[in-house]
């Protein structure tokens, strides 16, 4: 099992720029790809970035493509999503994940092919 510790949300207006990290810890060395998920009220878990770790290739969401980037620091067990150009339909509560069966490595920007989960970490954004 891994366990994921979120950090860096916040409050921002249109147009600013966020950073959230997540440090996996456990059973690191079995995942098979890392990545954020996010949910606003009254609507499904929406996929926003991951990185397959099989081979290296990184997904996005098409709301976010251009705007965010997502990196991986492997000495640090650490991924990070750097936020750009924030808009308020941004807002949400922003999930790390991390995949460690083969069935994520095909279904990378599936939410159900990811068997751990971060607590959440809240990004509003203003108008």
């Known amino acids: 099992q891994v366990q994921l510790v979120e950090s860096g949300g916040g409050l921002v207006q249109a147009g600013g720029s966020l950073r959230l990290s997540c440090t996996a810890s456990?059973?690191?060395?079995?995942?098979?790809?890392m990545g954020w998920f996010r949910q606003a009220p009254g609507k499904d878990r929406e996929f926003v970035a991951a990185?397959?770790?099989?081979?290296?290739?990184?997904y996005y969401a098409d709301s976010v493509k251009g705007r965010f980037t997502l990196s991986r620091d492997n000495t640090r067990n650490t991924v990070s999503l750097l936020m750009n150009s924030l808009e308020p339909e941004d807002t949400a509560v922003y999930y790390c994940?991390?995949?460690?069966?083969?069935?994520?490595?095909?279904?990378?920007?599936?939410?159900?092919?990811?068997?751990?989960w971060g607590q959440g970490t809240q990004v509003t954004v203003s108008s």
């Open positions: 994940a991390a995949g460690s069966t083969s069935r994520v490595k095909t279904r990378t920007k599936v939410a159900d092919a990811y068997e751990s």
């Open positions: 456990g059973r690191t060395s079995r995942t098979y790809a």
């Open positions: 990185n397959n770790w099989s081979d290296g290739t990184t």
